[in-house]
T-cell receptor, first 114, second 111 residues
């Protein structure tokens, strides 16, 4: 089954700790994205990557970091510098520039920091 | 900044058509209209997209006005499982460009 997996589904951390969220895709997509969603709000872009070893900041990148060492993986680290890390985190991917644009989303990780 | 305006909520009876409007008066010539939906606590799901012609697939129909300043997503026979937040997004046809999600329209389908 092709798709995007995110793990874990729920994550709990103490304030001050860094935490890494996993995102893996087996769709052979070039581009990958991380979004954040707060209750009752739309999605906001954190980081995106168009190719391996390259990524760009989105609208709310402060306090987050990413890596793209493999095409199929795009982990997101929520650092202790992120002031309000509790949120629903969504990973997505899309095909390369010669293909249509739909983004495919994973099931999300709900992070709670106390 | 979101480039679209949608009503915050709509209701629809099961089996009836759901018509979800979207205003995008500042759309440029090379921008497409995309629709996604998000069922509670899940990742968004692609529904349909179009440039200027009306489009139809197995999920929905998309009607774009001639001046392209507004569009309507039509779910022809809404079911309870169509209850979700529907997002109308305007974007260029270019992979790697991030989508801008506003607050969308919460569609409630009832029996």
């Amino acid at each position: 089954d092709g798709g995007i997996t995110q793990s874990p589904k729920y994550l709990f951390r103490k304030e001050g700790q860094n935490v890494t969220l996993s995102c893996e895709q087996n769709l052979n997509h070039d581009a990958m994205y991380w979004y954040r969603q707060d209750p009752g709000q739309g999605l906001r872009l954190i980081y995106y990557s168009q190719i391996v070893n390259d990524f760009q900041k989105g609208d709310i990148a402060e306090g987050y970091s990413v890596s793209r060492e493999k095409k199929e993986s795009f982990p997101l680290t929520v650092t202790s510098a992120q002031k309000n890390p509790t949120a629903f985190y969504l990973c997505a991917s899309s095909m390369g520039p010669d293909s249509s644009y739909e983004q495919y989303f994973g099931p999300g990780t709900r992070l709670t920091v106390t | 900044d979101a480039k679209t305006t949608q009503p915050p909520s709509m209701d629809c009876a099961e089996g009836r058509a759901a018509n979800l409007p979207c205003n995008h008066s500042t759309i440029s010539g090379n921008e497409y209209v995309y629709w996604y939906r998000q069922i509670h606590s899940q990742g968004p799901q692609y529904i349909i997209h179009g440039l200027k012609n009306n489009e139809t697939n197995e999920m929905a129909s998309l009607i774009i006005t001639e001046d392209r300043k507004s569009s309507t997503l039509i779910l022809p026979h809404a079911t309870l499982r169509d209850t979700a937040v529907y997002y109308c997004i305007v974007t260029m046809y270019q992979a790697g460009t991030a989508l801008i999600f506003g607050k969308g329209t919460t569609l409630s389908v009832s029996s």
